[in-house]
């Protein structure tokens, strides 16, 4: 089957918005090429080699969507286009922007990335398994089973793997997990694994909600309820810790409502902050909590406050 390629260059900040876009417009994948996850993976010492194209296009991050062929296909791609200049106007920096177009067959692209990602171990005791490589545990380590398909969190972003760090840290016992824009499932997953007694997770896009349920499967967990909603519209009763790997400007947002959604001295964790947008975030989130810890990584902080 042909497909249609879409090669996007944009900016670290702009990454997550052109992915939802491009999801948004029906893509049938969409994959990111970040010179910085690569980076990651590279120091991990589960890689004994790497292609040295993977570094030849420093700070320039790519994010590649394939759209069936089709009569429509064309006006998608200028929505799409056009979408993503807008982004100007909510603050978003899209960086150098480029779109390239061209036709690929469908074994290029839904298969062959899979050789890049490997077995990966974050913080002291979570390892992040591709559901296709084999991995023999070793003493106390979580091992989380994952396929992330189309949909964001891998566990190689910065952003994600701040905030497995700091749910290895707050997760224990008894405690209730929302999920706020679950992508993958994998901040629920390893919720549930690090001992969470419910763990709800939700998402916008349809995609990765089913995506994240496949991975719950995956897993074999049943505390993990995996829906579609609209930020926190869909959830129901107060958690102890609200878990958010989104965007600067949707944390704005959730600093207001996430109060509402938790517990007497509950956590809220956000992440997917850019470091240029770290102290406008600040300034929303300590009108509601009371910041403990903000972790930064690459060009991405993470955030750690109490409620009130």
Not at 35 to 41: A, S
Not at 51 to 73: C, H, M, Q, R, W
Not at 275 to 292: A, D, H, Y
Request: glycine share 6%; proline share 3%; aromatic share 8%.
């Amino acid at each position: 089957m042909k497909w249609i390629e879409v090669q996007v260059t944009t900016s670290q900040e702009a990454e997550d918005a052109v992915s939802n876009i491009m999801h948004e417009l029906g893509a049938g994948g969409v994959v990111i090429k970040n010179p910085n996850d690569v980076k990651l993976l590279a120091q991990s010492d589960n890689w004994d080699y790497f292609d040295p194209s993977l570094f030849e296009e420093e700070g320039n991050i790519k994010v590649f969507a394939y759209f069936p062929i089709a009569s429509d296909t064309i006006d998608r791609i200028n929505i799409l286009k056009d979408r993503i200049v807008e982004l100007k106007s909510f603050g978003i920096d899209i960086g150098n922007f480029d779109l390239k177009v061209s036709e690929v067959d469908e074994a290029d692209w839904a298969s062959n990335w899979k050789q890049y990602y490997k077995p990966l171990k974050i913080g002291k005791k979570i390892v992040i398994k591709p559901s296709w490589e084999e991995y023999v545990s070793q003493g106390e380590e979580i091992i989380i089973e994952l396929d992330p398909g189309m949909a964001f969190g891998t566990g190689t972003h910065e952003t994600t793997k701040m905030c497995l760090e700091f749910l290895e840290e707050i997760v224990i016992p008894e405690r209730i997990v929302f999920d706020v824009g679950c992508g993958s499932g994998i901040l629920s997953i390893a919720s549930s694994k690090l001992g969470a007694k419910e763990v709800y997770a939700a998402d916008i896009d349809e995609v990765s909600v089913e995506v994240a349920r496949q991975n719950v499967e995956l897993n074999n967990l049943q505390n993990v309820k995996v829906f579609k909603s609209d930020l926190l519209g869909e959830f129901r009763g107060k958690a102890d810790i609200i878990v958010a790997n989104i965007i600067a400007d949707v944390i704005i947002r959730l600093s207001a409502e996430a109060p509402k959604y938790l517990k007497e001295e509950g956590l809220f964790l956000a992440s997917g902050i850019i470091k240029s947008r770290k102290e406008e975030v600040l300034q929303k989130v300590e009108e509601f909590f009371e910041v403990l810890q903000i972790r930064e990584e690459g060009e991405w902080c993470a955030i750690l406050s109490r409620k009130k």
